[in-house]
């Protein structure tokens, strides 16, 4: 079974910015599509970016477009999430998501925390 492991999480001022990271513990694993899911405090889990495998094709909430950007590292096996100008409406768990064929695996999240 392959784990992913999200790092990066953390408590920043509004405006400021995070780089979320996430890499499979087994480190031969290739995936197909990564992506970045969130789940705010009482909300349920929402969708923020994905990316293809090859890196050529991303996807982006509309809330967090211009803002957020995910990339990969193939040789690395590794998806980022770019955060900058964040806000307190971004508070919540991030969970790094990895699609290979017909199965999603998931990590157990980094919480991210904005301040006002």
């Known amino acids: 079974q392959v784990q992913l492991e999200e790092s990066g999480g953390g408590l920043v001022q509004a405006g400021g910015s995070l780089r979320l990271s996430c890499a499979p513990s087994?480190?031969?694993?290739?995936?197909?599509?990564m992506g970045w899911f969130r789940q705010a405090p009482g909300k349920e889990r929402e969708f923020v970016a994905a990316?293809?495998?090859?890196?050529?094709?991303?996807h982006y909430a509309d809330s967090v477009k211009g803002r957020f950007t995910i990339s990969r590292d193939n040789a690395k096996n590794t998806v980022y999430l770019q955060m900058n100008s964040l806000q307190p409406e971004d508070t919540a768990v991030y969970y790094c998501?990895?699609?290979?064929?017909?199965?999603?695996?998931w990590g157990q999240g980094t919480l991210v925390t904005v301040s006002s």
């Open positions: 990316i293809s495998r090859g890196g050529t094709s991303t």
């Open positions: 087994r480190r031969t694993f290739s995936s197909d599509a």
């Open positions: 998501m990895a699609r290979l064929g017909a199965m999603d695996f």
